[in-house]
């Protein structure tokens, strides 16, 4: 399966890059307007609504429309994995449906110093049998940049 990877390094201390990432908040102030995502439900692995933090378990509906162009597209993610440690984290998170037969998503961070490095990994299938490789790398790049410089815009000082 392919994947797509991009790192970044954010002049801003782990433990708010790990929190501004940890709920939905993060997941809409970085998710560019192109494509009119729609927060719908947001549930914690007990049904509590609106989690504070995204555990593993959790479970968010939304929807989008890329580019304004077509019908709005469901998207159920579940965060499959969420660990932290001193200096590092991860959390996974899986489509469980929406426009990719195959979507798992982790999102890295790593302390080294008064910094944090972001990477987010991204293995996909493309709806479209041969569509795979650069063409899919190549769709998502403008959204992960986006990501990354938004992530520095709000975090660092």
Same mark, same amino acid.
């Given at each position: 399966?392919?994947?797509?990877?991009?790192?970044?390094?954010?002049?801003?201390?782990?433990?708010?890059?790990?929190?501004?990432?940890?709920?939905? =908040?993060? +997941? /809409? *102030?970085?998710?560019? #307007?192109? $494509?009119? &995502?729609?927060?719908?439900? %947001?549930?914690?692995?007990?049904?509590?609504?609106?989690? =504070?933090? +995204? /555990? *593993?378990?959790?479970? #968010?509906? $939304?929807? &989008?429309?890329?580019?304004? %162009?077509?019908?709005?597209?469901?998207?159920?993610?579940?965060?499959?994995?969420?660990?932290?440690?001193?200096?590092?984290?991860?959390?996974?998170?899986?489509?469980?449906?929406?426009?990719?037969?195959?979507?798992?998503?982790?999102?890295?961070?790593?302390?080294?110093?008064?910094?944090?490095?972001?990477?987010?990994?991204?293995?996909?299938?493309?709806?479209?049998?041969?569509?795979?490789?650069?063409?899919?790398?190549?769709?998502?790049?403008?959204?992960?940049?986006?990501?990354?410089?938004?992530?520095?815009?709000?975090?660092?000082?």
């Amino acid at each position: 399966m392919p994947t797509y990877r991009r790192r970044t390094r954010v002049r801003a201390p782990f433990e708010e890059v790990w929190e501004f990432h940890s709920g939905t =908040d993060g +997941l /809409e *102030a970085l998710t560019p #307007a192109f $494509m009119h &995502l729609s927060v719908d439900t %947001v549930l914690g692995p007990d049904d509590e609504r609106d989690p =504070d933090v +995204l /555990e *593993a378990g959790s479970r #968010a509906y $939304m929807s &989008l429309r890329p580019f304004g %162009v077509g019908p709005r597209q469901r998207w159920v993610s579940v965060i499959t994995e969420r660990e932290v440690g001193d200096g590092a984290a991860y959390f996974r998170d899986e489509m469980h449906e929406g426009p990719f037969p195959s979507w798992e998503h982790t999102h890295s961070f790593y302390a080294d110093g008064d910094e944090t490095v972001v990477e987010d990994s991204v293995e996909y299938e493309l709806p479209v049998v041969g569509s795979v490789g650069p063409l899919g790398d190549l769709g998502f790049e403008p959204m992960f940049r986006y990501r990354h410089r938004k992530t520095r815009e709000l975090l660092e000082k």
